[in-house]
């Protein structure tokens, strides 16, 4: 049995769950969805594209190597993806912030091709989680009068990858919902007899507060598509006890929104408040 079908077998278990395809952080199994996606008459091409493209982790994950690997070489010319142009190519290794992106985009940006080294350059511009060995490898080009590791690195002195960010909204609309009366701590937002969970954000995100609280906030959702909601600590302090990072990626699954549309139940930007204040953990 491939480990696709088992993944099929795991999405039709999961679906009665009511839960998504669980995204893929296996590299064995990103090299199965590659070889189908390279096979142009493969019955599965089709959503092996969507799982590579949309349902892959990102980060230092061996799914992104794997993933990060194919894309290079679409960018490099030594695979022919229809629907991944090199363009496309740069675009999602731009958003997998970190790890093995990092070092194609470095490869290819101290690389001998110049179109490809400039175009490497700018998505490596946004770029913020780089290890030493990356400076080092920047460091080393730069002495060697690479003129694109310099521009790397000035762009990095200036802070591009902050100040040239979007703008954010000018007015956020909001609408309320009182979380619980007094403080909130991390445990009702991610509790800790759920810790198992916690490396799938989507199941994990099922145990925050009360699935009664869950249905009411995507009401609230339903009803004032224009506002978000913001969870509330009435007369309290919202995020106190233990720095959870969990409860807080719980309350973005809820009320936030999506950090990346090819990354996954990863969302940023909740709006929080607490009568008394707000735990560090949120800020």
Known sequence: MSLYTTYLEEIATRKQQGLHPKPIDDGALVAE????????????R?????????????????????????LKQIILGE????????DFAFELLSHMKGGPSVEVLL??????????????AEVLKTQVFLYEADIDRLKEAYEDDNAVAKEILESYAKAEFFTKLPDIDEEIKVVTYIAAEGDISTDLL?????AHSRADRELHGKCMITPEAQDEIVALQKQHPEARVMLIAEKGTMGVGSSRMSGVNN???????QASPYV??????????GTNGISPIFL
């Open 33 to 44: 969805l590659i070889e189908q996606i390279r096979d142009t008459g493969n019955e599965h």
């Open 107 to 120: 490869d290819l940006a101290l690389g001998h091709d110049e179109a490809i080294a400039r175009q490497a």
């Open 46 to 70: 089709e959503a092996s594209l969507d799982f590579f493209i949309y349902n892959t982790l990102p980060g230092t994950t061996s799914a992104a190597g794997v993933k990060a690997a194919f």
């Open 79 to 86: 695979a022919a993806v229809a629907e991944i142009t090199p």
């Open 251 to 257: 309350v973005a699954l809820w009320t936030g929104k």
């Open 264 to 273: 996954p139940f990863v969302n940023i930007a909740p709006v929080v408040a």
């Open 190 to 194: 991610s509790p800790g007899a759920e």
